[in-house]
Nanobody, 112 residues
Framework: VQLVESGGGLVQFGGSLRLSCAAS????????MSWYRQAPGKERELVAL????????NYADSVKGRFTISRDNGKNTVYLQMNSLKPEDTAIYYCYAWGNYWGQGTQVTVSS
């Protein structure tokens, strides 16, 4: 089983990034997929999740209206489009296959 995140980096306040998480080794289309993040000195928190078919999504209040989670079951990939980024969005972002598997994380840094 592998979950490999990519797309993180350094971006200025107000900028955008798109994270990707490529999955393998399990039946991706059967899983709720999610993104979590963990900032230095803080607990890991749920950012967004998406149902197996992609028809239902949910977001943390702090990112509603700015972030969009999506998935492509044909490519076994889940995405997180992040717009209007703020310094407080700085964290390591993790992909999570609900109940089972974590990715290794990708760093997102938003400069002011």
């Amino acid at each position: 089983v592998q979950l490999v995140e990519s797309g993180g980096g350094l971006v200025q306040f107000g900028g955008s990034l798109r994270l990707s998480c490529a999955a393998s080794g399990f039946t991706f289309s059967s899983y709720v997929m999610s993104w979590y993040r963990q900032a230095p000195g803080k607990e890991r928190e749920l950012v967004a999740l998406i149902s197996p078919g992609g028809g239902s999504t949910n977001y943390a209040d702090s990112v509603k209206g700015r972030f969009t989670i999506s998935r492509d079951n044909g490519k076994n990939t889940v995405y997180l489009q992040m717009n209007s980024l703020k310094p407080e969005d700085t964290a390591i972002y993790y992909c999570y296959a609900w109940g089972n598997y974590w990715g290794q994380g990708t760093q997102v840094t938003v400069s002011s």
